[in-house]
């Protein structure tokens, strides 16, 4: 009972003068008064008086712990709590009245100044993990053993990236996400948003605001960038990029799994949605700052490397839908060549053109000196050919009533392939009742200036090594003149047809190969024009007043003989457009089809037969027209600087890949 009363002393000492006295008692002096009681009660035991056994635990450190808050503890807390609830109250004011961002800043401060002292006093009591709690635990835990572990893509091989990507399309369905979204509503796109906030919004600075409520955007992801609780993904559009911001706590605010989601579930390639605000980093790069994203489509396949791309030129051909991802140019080629064509319709509409389709497969080919596709009707048992042209089907046209006509489309000539001629290609072609070709080439100047307006900053324009001037008017030569201006010391008089071997010997004086082999002063001209002249001919020019052996479908020129009323429009050295005045005699018509006759039966396999049904149109009269034909494919090349016929094409015709 002594030593109880000495513990209890001492305990009453402690809670009097501050756990900091207490402290300063030494261990030995506790234990000398627990060894003087002790040998009391050692006596009374040994007197054999019975007692309760007691057993008193002395504290082998050097030091007590407290086990109440001291009464200034106590005052301090309170303290606390009323300025905490004081500035809180001020701050509610504050925002009542108005205050700005800035000169509230230092009202919060304080308050969370206030409030981190009162937690260094009163830290929080442990939370007992309730039963929720623990199957919340479990869930987590079996999801993160679901979650695919992070892979470097760069190791893996096709099939490995492939089944990986499938495995997150099997996670997703686990977990009731759709992977294969039906329908999303974005409601700007990427170029919208940069136009929107030109010259808005200070590095770090957000619109909390925007107008129409929150923002939504759709693409594909080019490129992610994790960092911990915050990412950052590249989205491309039709239109461009933008910056896409996830922030762990901002997406959380909706979907407590939203972060880890897009982490474990998204690869570059998906097509995911996102919706939230817009605010510049502080590096000043436009950014939608997320509230929440959407997977739209899971891609299975990865995009090229970023750092070596899409750049073998046969496999950009052949994988047109990953050149067009990763290449802005190549989709850049394809939006002026829509609005090329878009354009050209709409002029001639505009000037009473009827665009009427006519059709593909031909009993015979007619209209151009061309080698046609050949194929079969099983149920009518008929040899057909797909079209070299549409020019006849179109003039039968004219002679039925219409004035004006044209037809955009795609023909179908089996020869050879380079990069100015693919097997299956774009032209218009028109006509018009009462014209001639001067009236065409007027329309050909009027017609394509419209179409360079349509996609070029300038008349002038970049193609390659040079510079072309497409300004009004271009130059019109004669082809008699300009091969004239190559060999200088031979006229190529077309009507006399004794200076055959003499032209022959020019022509081959000057290079121009395989001249023994034709037949006629027509065609050494035209032949030394192809070699000698079409080349140079970078500026647009028309080249006008063919032969009539090479023109089996032109008017004969009303004062030239040998000639005809026909031109063809060059540029950067290549056949841009061909046009009549076209033949309307139908006893004239049939002797050149015939003669087109006669050297297909002498092998010739360009060459054309005879068209009845057209003659037999032909013979119920046909007005005076023009006719002009435009290749779309290589106007195109020349508007948009390409290279190549193939990167005009959305799908070029390629053989099998090896």
Known sequence: ??????????????????????????????????????????????????????????????????LHSTTSNSAEIASLEEQIAAKGNQIRALKEDGISKPELAPHVEELLALKAKLAELVPPPPKEETTETKSKKQQNQQQKKKQPSPTDESTMTASELRAARLAKVQLMRESNAEPYAYTYDPNRTASQLQKEYEGKLEPGEEDEHPEGGEIAVAGRIMARRVFGKLAFYTLQDETGVIQL???????????????????????????????GTIRRTDKGELTLYAKEWTMLTKSALPLPDKYHGLTDISKRYRNRHLDLIVNPSVRETFYKRAKITSSLRRQLDAKGFLEIETPVLHTQPGGAEAKPFETYHNTMDMELTLRIATELHLKRLIIGGFPRVYELGRIFRNEGISTRHNPEFTSVELYQAYADYHDMMDLTEELVCGMAREVCDSMTIPYGEYTVCLERPWRRVTM?????????????????????????????????????????????????FEELCEPKLIQPTFVIDYPVEVSPLSKPHRSKPGMVERFELFATGREMANSFSELTDPVDQRERFEAQAAKKAAGDEEACDVDEDFLTALEQGMPPTGGLGIGIDRLVMLLTNSPSIRDVIAFPLLKPDP
């Open 480 to 528: 008699h003149d300009i091969v004239k201006e190559e060999i200088p010391d031979f006229d190529f008089d077309l009507s006399d047809p004794s200076i055959l071997d003499a032209a022959k010997a020019a022509a081959s004086a000057a290079g121009v190969p395989d001249v023994h082999k034709l037949t006629t002063v027509g065609y050494v001209l035209n032949a030394c």
């Open 1 to 66: 009972v002594v030593m109880m009363s000495s513990i209890f002393l001492l305990s009453r000492n402690i809670r009097n003068n501050g756990c900091s006295t207490a402290f300063s008692l030494s261990r030995s002096s506790l234990r000398q008064t627990y060894s003087r009681h002790s040998q009391a009660l050692s006596v009374l035991s040994n007197n054999r008086v019975s007692r309760p056994s007691l057993s008193v635990a002395i504290p082998q450190t050097s030091s007590f712990t407290c």
């Open 245 to 275: 911001q996830f922030d762990k706590k901002r997406l959380g605010e909706r979907d407590a799994d939203s972060f880890k989601n897009l982490k474990a579930w998204t690869d570059s390639g998906d097509i995911i949605g996102a919706k």
